[in-house]
């Protein structure tokens, strides 16, 4: 299955701040994923590493969406998917580069929410938020992130959206606010007066993926359903990027370890390259 973005995917891709690739995960991977996720989240790991930021339990009962971050240092099926040469191809061409490596990665999992409501369902969402907000750390915004669909995702089940044309906003420092959960609040904050808030729904089949810049504005409200929706989420960098000193901290940084210097690339086992 290869998937190139075309010359009116890439010009759609700067305009609006997102592309919709076709099916890139077979079945077989998808259902492969789908059980080690839940590998992942009962803490059965495959290597001998610890996690990345530390052991994690999950109230799989609760309704609070579930992020296990850098699941490729700790399953192996993560580890290839992540790697998937479909995902750097297309990252390379969005990006403008031609090498590609993972910042990190996310094995996210949003619980079907229906029956529960008010504090507890909202613990579900996602907040409006803009990638590069959360890694002021990396000295360029040209980053990308691919989300893998791993079941057919539309609005019922919790499709996160995007606000389309807003990696044309620019940098809002304060908008890392993926862990906040008022939707409406963080709409108000980050909607700007002379522009129109214009919401998509990413809607994709099992096995397509959508790429969007590290500028673009998404989140995701609750996932109506009874089943959970699971996605594998690759947060990648172009060639260079490097470290941007006294800026936001973020546990990326710190894998530079203590003598990093101003503009050090994101190199080495930390970061893998996955294109070529
Ligand atoms: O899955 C979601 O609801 C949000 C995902 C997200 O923030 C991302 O892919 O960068
Ligand atoms: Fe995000």
Known sequence: MTATPSEADLKSYEEKGYWISPKIFSD????????????????????????????REFDMQAPSVKQFN?????????????????????????????????????????????????EDGIQNNVGWHQDYAHWQVSNTQNMCT?????????????AFRIVTGSNHWGLREDADTYG?????????RYAPDDRD??????????????????????????????????????????KGCGLRKHS?????????????????PFEGEFFPRIWP
């Open 28 to 55: 077989e991977l998808i259902a492969e994923l789908r059980s080690e996720y839940d590998r992942i989240y009962s803490g059965d790991h495959d290597f001998d590493c610890y996690p990345w930021l530390g052991p």
């Open 146 to 158: 691919v989300w893998v669909a791993l079941q057919d995702t539309d609005k019922s089940n919790g």
């Open 197 to 238: 808030w214009v919401e998509e729904p990413v809607e994709l089949k099992a096995g397509q993926a959508s790429f969007h810049s590290a500028l673009t504005f998404h989140g995701s409200g609750p996932n109506q359903s009874s089943e959970p929706r699971l996605s594998l989420i690759v947060h990648m960098m172009p």
């Open 180 to 188: 906040e959960k008022d939707l409406d609040e963080l709409k108000k």
């Open 70 to 118: 850098n699941g490729w240092w700790i399953n192996k099926a993560v580890r290839q998917a992540v790697a998937h040469p479909e995902i750097g191809r297309i990252a390379a061409a969005l990006m403008k580069t031609d090498e590609v490596r993972i910042w990190h990665d996310q094995v996210l999992l949003k619980p079907g929410v229906s029956g529960y409501e008010g």
């Open 248 to 264: 936001k901290w973020h546990p990326c940084a710190t894998l530079l370890g203590p003598n990093a210097k101003e503009g050090q």
